[in-house]
Nanobody
Framework: QVQLVESGGGLVQAGGSLRLSCAASGRTFSTYAMGWFRQAPGKEREFVGGMGWNTGNTYYVDSVKGRFIISRDSAKNTVYLQMNSLKPEDTAVYYC?????????????????????WGQGTQVTVSS
């Protein structure tokens, strides 16, 4: 089992920045990929970006590319989502997820059902 705990959400004005953290514990050696998702009220959970756990390679959906950055601290088993130039449409509950299979770096990574472990989520609210 892998346990994930997110933190760092909050309220920020449009144009501002936030950094979310996702601390992993447990059998983290079985983790091959991390994903960040978000879910706005009344909408489906949406893939934001992913990182290969061992490679550190990342990729993002177009709506956040150039604004969001995923990074990691391997010593702390923690993955970060740096969010810059935030927009009101970025308002959502953000989740980190992990799985025991590598990233495909394609739309196949977008399905929440392809991830094995989830954090509890953290609210991000961007005011206009």
């Amino acid at each position: 089992q892998v346990q994930l705990v997110e933190s760092g959400g909050g309220l920020v004005q449009a144009g501002g920045s936030l950094r979310l953290s996702c601390a992993a514990s447990g059998r983290t050696f079985s983790t091959y990929a991390m994903g960040w998702f978000r879910q706005a009220p009344g909408k489906e959970r949406e893939f934001v970006g992913g990182m290969g756990w061992n490679t550190g390679n990342t990729y993002y959906v177009d709506s956040v590319k150039g604004r969001f950055i995923i990074s990691r601290d391997s010593a702390k088993n923690t993955v970060y989502l740096q969010m810059n130039s935030l927009k009101p449409e970025d308002t959502a509950v953000y989740y980190c997820a992990a799985r025991r299979t590598p990233l495909f770096y394609s739309g196949r990574d977008y399905y929440p059902s392809s991830y094995d472990y989830w954090g509890q989520g953290t609210q991000v609210t961007v005011s206009s």
